[in-house]
């Protein structure tokens, strides 16, 4: 409903106002919002109360509708839409306020009514669906919550029926009447519709005798698409001010139609023999079997030129898709080949770049250690002359080799680890110097103590403990 045309359209075609210009201020004071429009116009209005009164002869409840005649030029069709303001003082839903029936019925003979509908509307139904949701009739959409309300009546109405008068009966389908619809056109069907009154004196014998009997409800199931509704639930209700019910026991046959329309191609009044009411059904079957069978082809013809476009487009498809898998996989091939190319390249120089950082460390490490060593071999200072004051040291490496020194008997334990340090290969900080016997560890927490203070005076033979 995008364009403005189309909303003017429904505006007026809703609220049956005819002057185009003020459609227009209306529907552009509320931002082309249709809906809003509508709501804000008919709350305007004043609403008509009715009683629900009871007639002798056909105890139809009571209602206040307009209705719109167009002449056909070809036939005396009547095109009518009934408007319901309020029944039983229950508020119904927004466009049910503002129309009873979102489409046009179109009664008259079989002739007219073939040409009404075209065989199109058998094969694209997409456009009466569409239509019949804008006007709040669809049962999708926003309006799925009220199209299971009346798939919940028509179910309740089932039951009911089947209660009062045996399984033995039209075979009801527990849709709503739309949906109902909808069956009916896809299975190249007409609809059976039947319009329950409880309280009505003929109805039992209609239904019992009737609509029950074996002939007639084989008849219907073999042929129709058949819904029953109760007029005293909202969507029998409904139907029966848009169907223009005046007596009961109520039936009738209809078809949808394109534009909008359901084709109303028997109507059946009143009680009926079930002898009558055959006739009725196989006349209206026989008189519309030429657009049912026309349409079943036609719609068959359509489906079989679908399935050779589709085999075709899938040939062609798996063509393309074969040519461009071979396309993808040349293209991956390639972008493979240089991703490996370039992953070897950056692999070599991260290589290369290693190698060359490594040895760089290396030399640095080496640097700093020959520097490390120098400044211990500078703070062990002059080696002492022997005297009382002195102390003989051996160090006996892991290697087998021994180094041995003078130190003065103040000089600390770090003294003995510089000398090794610098006198010999060892990782500095990797090994504990320890004595034989007693076995004496000399490690972090005695490196300040002399070598006086800890009973190395004055002489001593260590070993070099590697940690592990």
């Not at 089947?162 to 619809?181: C, I, Q």
């Not at 329950?196 to 219907?220: K, Y």
Request: hydrophobic share 40%; proline share 4%; aromatic share 8%.
């Amino acid at each position: 409903m995008s364009d403005v045309a189309d909303k003017l359209s429904y505006f007026q075609a809703i609220t049956g106002v005819e002057d185009v210009d003020l459609c227009t201020e209306i529907l552009s004071a509320h931002g082309w919002d249709l809906e809003l429009a509508i709501q804000t116009f008919t709350s305007s209005s004043n609403p008509i109360n009715n009683n629900n009164n009871n007639d002798n002869n056909n105890n139809t409840p009571a209602t206040t509708s307009s209705v719109a005649t167009v002449a056909d030029t070809s036939d005396d069709a009547i095109e009518r839409v009934g408007r319901l303001e309020t029944v039983n003082n229950v508020e119904p839903g927004l466009l049910w306020k503002i129309i009873t029936l979102p489409i046009t019925i179109i009664s008259g003979s079989l002739g007219l009514v073939s040409s009404a509908i075209g065989l199109g509307f058998w094969i694209a139904g997409g456009v009466l669906s569409y239509s019949l949701g804008v006007l709040g009739f669809g049962g999708s959409g926003r309006n799925g919550e009220s199209s299971s309300a009346a798939a919940s009546e028509a179910v309740k109405f089932i039951s009911m029926f089947e209660r009062e008068y045996g399984d033995r009966h039209p075979n009801f389908v527990p849709e709503s009447f739309m949906d109902a619809l909808q069956r009916s056109r896809r299975e190249f069907k007409l609809m059976f519709v039947y319009l329950h009154l409880p309280d009505h004196p003929d109805t039992p014998v209609f239904c019992g005798e009737s609509l029950c009997s074996e002939v007639l409800s084989g008849f219907i199931n073999e042929n129709f698409v058949a819904w029953g509704g109760s007029i005293r639930t909202t969507e029998g209700f409904k139907m029966s001010n848009s169907l223009k019910a005046s007596r009961f026991p109520f039936c009738a046959v209809v078809m949808a139609a394109t534009n909008q329309r359901i084709a109303l191609l028997q109507q059946v009044e009143g009680p009926k023999s079930p002898e009558e009411m055959l006739t009725l059904l196989q006349r209206v079957l026989e008189e519309s079997s030429t657009v049912l069978v026309a349409a079943r082809l036609e719609a068959e013809e359509r489906l079989n030129n679908i399935r050779l476009r589709e085999e075709q487009d899938a040939a062609y498809q798996a063509a393309l898709e074969a040519d461009q898998a071979r396309e993808r996989e040349r293209k991956e091939e390639e972008e493979r080949l240089a991703r490996e190319a370039a992953e070897a390249e950056r692999k070599q120089k991260e290589e290369e770049e290693a190698r060359v950082k490594a040895a760089r460390e290396a030399a640095e490490r080496e640097a700093a250690l020959a520097k490390l060593r120098e400044e211990k071999g500078l703070s062990l200072g002059p080696e002492p002359d022997k005297g009382p004051d002195v102390t003989q040291v051996m160090v006996r490496l892991p290697n087998g080799d021994r180094k041995g020194r003078r130190f003065n008997c103040t000089a600390t334990i770090q003294s003995l680890y510089d000398f090794v340090d610098f006198s010999s290969s060892l990782e500095i900080g990797n090994y504990t110097l320890a004595t034989n016997f007693p076995r004496v560890l000399y490690g972090p927490d005695k490196l300040s103590l002399t070598l006086k203070e800890t009973g190395l005076h004055p002489q001593v033979s260590l070993f070099v403990e590697l940690n592990s």
